[in-house]
């Protein structure tokens, strides 16, 4: 079910311009702030999960554990802003999740830690992640919804890759961060109290986000379309699982080569902290590189075919990849394109995916339908990757299961986006 907005007038400069604006700084700043969580993943399993007489391995699996229940919420989150979305409007949504999602990241920062608090210290950082995913879940669907509803005719995927591109730049932005505070504090200053600068730094760039959402107008198709006919709920439950499949590729790859990748160099390969941090970068450089053009390239040649492209490149490279970074003889140069390499192969699948949710869903159930298509996804293919990954290595022994991970989530997107005839934009 592709479902393929009516001509209408094209928006102004200005309104668009304001319209990427605010969209894409909350996205910046929730991937930043999740990126931040997975660096530091071992640093917050020393703080936050790990009593007296507790394992480093036992205490990251809880540290998984916790970030996955967030991405759980997420898709209660999209249900429940989506609704509010789908019937008050984009914009107030999207004010009421960045607030939500500064307060829950900054106050992460202020946690009392396990020797302060006890027991009680992960609960309360449980409950910040909890809060963290229900925004979460209604920031992407408003936002998408906003891109895309404000996009000029035939350059919806461009507008729509700048929901992926701010996600780059999120997890960009918190490795460049963590790469400083590695740089300049001592480890014993990191671990003690540099960890909480990046999480403190949320209220800044929240505040920022914020203005910039007051500033912004409805998008003139809700306007005019919000009262229309509603589609049953099992058209829209399709359309939703469709949507979830063709993205869980994106989802699992995605998280596996630009989140879990620091946290598996450091714990299994024995990478330094800062080398993990340097590979992070560079996979999102790659990342990063071609959201924008992929983005473009599904405005002209369908959303689907980009799509398909960058799924059966992960399918096929992914191990070999995975094979160079784990050699020892291979030069650093090599290593470095291969980070890249993988990048940018995820990237071919977020340029083009907020566009292709957008368009499955008519405008009075979008930002509920993408919001969820996208959320119980990466609730599934994204927040348990790292506990999945890390969790299967310890009892298989196996290194080349972020690999296997990332092939098989991208198999089954392959085949959920060959379903259907090909179709521009669908």
Not at 175 to 188: H, I, K, P, S
Not at 279 to 299: E, K, M, W, Y
């Given at each position: 079910?592709?479902?393929?907005?009516?001509?209408?007038?094209?928006?102004?400069?200005?309104?668009?311009?304001?319209?990427?604006?605010?969209?894409?700084?909350?996205?910046?700043?929730?991937?930043?702030?999740?990126?931040?969580?997975?660096?530091?993943?071992?640093?917050i399993a020393e703080r936050f999960f790990t009593p007296e007489g507790g394992g480093a391995a036992e205490a990251l699996v809880r540290t998984y554990a916790s970030f996955g229940l967030a991405f759980f919420f997420r898709p209660v989150g999209a249900a429940l802003f989506g609704r509010l979305g789908d019937r008050i409007g984009r914009r107030p949504v999207l004010i009421l999740v960045i607030v939500l999602m500064t307060a829950a990241t900054t106050l992460i920062g202020a946690l009392?830690?396990?020797?302060t608090a006890g027991a009680l210290a992960p609960w309360l950082l449980t409950f910040l992640r909890i809060v963290q995913g229900l925004s979460a879940g209604g920031e992407f669907g408003g936002a998408v919804a906003v891109m895309t509803e404000f996009a000029p005719p035939g350059r919806?995927?461009?507008?729509?890759?700048?929901?992926?591109?701010?996600?780059?730049?999120?997890?960009?932005?918190?490795?460049?961060?963590?790469?400083?505070?590695?740089?300049?504090?001592?480890?014993?200053?990191?671990?003690?109290?540099?960890?909480?600068?990046?999480?403190?730094?949320?209220?800044?760039?929240?505040?920022?986000?914020?203005?910039?959402?007051?500033?912004?107008?409805?998008t003139p198709v809700f306007r005019r379309e919000a009262a229309g006919e509603r589609p049953s709920r099992r058209a829209v439950a399709g359309a939703?699982?469709?949507?979830?499949?063709?993205?869980?590729?994106?989802?699992?790859?995605?998280?596996?080569?630009?989140?879990?990748?620091?946290?598996?160099?450091?714990?299994?390969?024995?990478?330094?902290?800062?080398?993990?941090?340097?590979?992070?970068v560079l996979a999102n450089l790659g990342f990063a590189a071609t959201i924008v053009p992929?983005?473009?390239?599904?405005?002209?040649?369908?959303?689907?075919?980009?799509?398909?492209?960058?799924?059966?490149?992960?399918?096929?490279?992914?191990?070999?990849l995975l094979n160079v970074l784990q050699d020892s003889g291979t030069s650093t140069a090599l290593k470095?394109?291969?980070?890249?390499?993988?990048?940018?192969?995820?990237?071919?699948?977020?340029?083009?995916?907020?566009?292709?949710?957008?368009?499955?869903?008519?405008?009075?159930?979008?930002?509920?339908?993408?919001?969820?298509?996208?959320?119980?996804?990466?609730?599934?293919?994204?927040?348990?990757?790292?506990?999945?990954?890390?969790?299967t290595i310890h009892r298989t022994g196996n290194t080349d299961i972020p690999a296997y991970y990332a092939a098989a989530a991208c198999a089954v997107s392959a085949l959920a986006l060959a379903k259907s005839p090909g179709r521009r934009g669908s």
């Amino acid at each position: 079910m592709t479902v393929i907005f009516g001509q209408r007038r094209s928006a102004g400069r200005s309104p668009g311009s304001r319209a990427l604006a605010a969209g894409s700084v909350g996205n910046f700043v929730e991937w930043y702030e999740f990126g931040v969580y997975g660096y530091f993943a071992t640093v917050i399993a020393e703080r936050f999960f790990t009593p007296e007489g507790g394992g480093a391995a036992e205490a990251l699996v809880r540290t998984y554990a916790s970030f996955g229940l967030a991405f759980f919420f997420r898709p209660v989150g999209a249900a429940l802003f989506g609704r509010l979305g789908d019937r008050i409007g984009r914009r107030p949504v999207l004010i009421l999740v960045i607030v939500l999602m500064t307060a829950a990241t900054t106050l992460i920062g202020a946690l009392p830690t396990y020797a302060t608090a006890g027991a009680l210290a992960p609960w309360l950082l449980t409950f910040l992640r909890i809060v963290q995913g229900l925004s979460a879940g209604g920031e992407f669907g408003g936002a998408v919804a906003v891109m895309t509803e404000f996009a000029p005719p035939g350059r919806r995927g461009l507008y729509g890759s700048w929901q992926s591109f701010t996600v780059a730049l999120g997890l960009l932005g918190g490795a460049g961060v963590a790469a400083l505070l590695a740089t300049l504090l001592t480890e014993r200053q990191l671990g003690d109290w540099g960890w909480r600068l990046p999480f403190l730094l949320t209220l800044p760039l929240g505040l920022a986000a914020l203005w910039l959402r007051l500033r912004l107008d409805e998008t003139p198709v809700f306007r005019r379309e919000a009262a229309g006919e509603r589609p049953s709920r099992r058209a829209v439950a399709g359309a939703i699982a469709l949507g979830a499949g063709r993205v869980m590729g994106w989802s699992a790859a995605g998280y596996t080569f630009l989140v879990v990748l620091p946290t598996f160099l450091q714990s299994t390969l024995g990478a330094s902290f800062r080398q993990a941090l340097a590979a992070t970068v560079l996979a999102n450089l790659g990342f990063a590189a071609t959201i924008v053009p992929a983005g473009a390239l599904s405005d002209r040649y369908g959303r689907r075919p980009v799509m398909l492209t960058g799924a059966l490149l992960v399918v096929t490279l992914s191990l070999p990849l995975l094979n160079v970074l784990q050699d020892s003889g291979t030069s650093t140069a090599l290593k470095g394109a291969a980070l890249c390499g993988a990048g940018a192969v995820v990237g071919l699948m977020a340029g083009p995916g907020p566009a292709m949710l957008a368009e499955l869903f008519p405008t009075t159930v979008r930002h509920t339908g993408l919001g969820l298509a996208y959320a119980l996804s990466n609730a599934v293919f994204s927040g348990c990757a790292g506990l999945i990954i890390t969790e299967t290595i310890h009892r298989t022994g196996n290194t080349d299961i972020p690999a296997y991970y990332a092939a098989a989530a991208c198999a089954v997107s392959a085949l959920a986006l060959a379903k259907s005839p090909g179709r521009r934009g669908s």
